[in-house]
């Protein structure tokens, strides 16, 4: 299948990565974790910043930008959801995952077993058994502060329409919450 990611750095992107059958993996605590760290990492290796995210039960929604230079959008994606996808099937295949507290008492969670088997195949060749991400999320190149306003409100709602939370800023997952790392947030930024 081809992709169309967009090649070019410099910009702002909204971007979505959805887990495949819609499974709930972002519940587990270990998982949001491996999240966060991984984009605090990109954020301090590749100088990738983070206007807003949020971490659904199933998917995530958040809008970078990535400086200009050797680092491409198409290469932050691929390198981040292989990454998750190679740490999120190893905590799946542990004896016990323990459910992020916020989530023990929803009606999403799905056993971390049935969710390990049903992201697992047989394998077509022995290094791809597993199978995280779907495949037809595409970027949003953010071109003007209209466009950047509204996704940015999608994003903070997002919680809210999957009944998750009453208010815009009490969902722990999301850079519109009280207590979110505001090192994600730039203070100011131009597009």
Known sequence: MKRNWIKDAGHLYFLTNTVRYWLPVFCYEKISNLVYSTWEY??????????????MSNHLH???????????????????????????????L???????????????????RVILKKLSFAPQNKNHT???WRSDDKPLIIESENIL?????????NPIRGKLSEEVNDYPFSSAYRGADKYFVPDEFRL
Not at 149 to 157: C, H, S
Request: charged share 20%.
């Open 42 to 55: 990109y954020r301090k290796t590749k100088n990738i910043k983070y206007y807003a995210y949020v971490i």
């Open 62 to 92: 958040y809008i970078i930008w990535l400086p200009e230079g050797n680092y491409s959008l198409s290469d932050f994606q691929r390198d981040f959801k292989k990454y998750i996808g190679r740490y999120v099937h190893r905590i799946l």
């Open 94 to 112: 542990a004896p016990l995952v323990n459910v992020h507290p916020y989530f023990e008492n929803f009606p999403v969670l799905v056993n971390h």
């Open 130 to 132: 597993f199978s995280l």
């Open 149 to 157: 306003e509204q996704k940015m409100n999608y994003i903070e709602l």
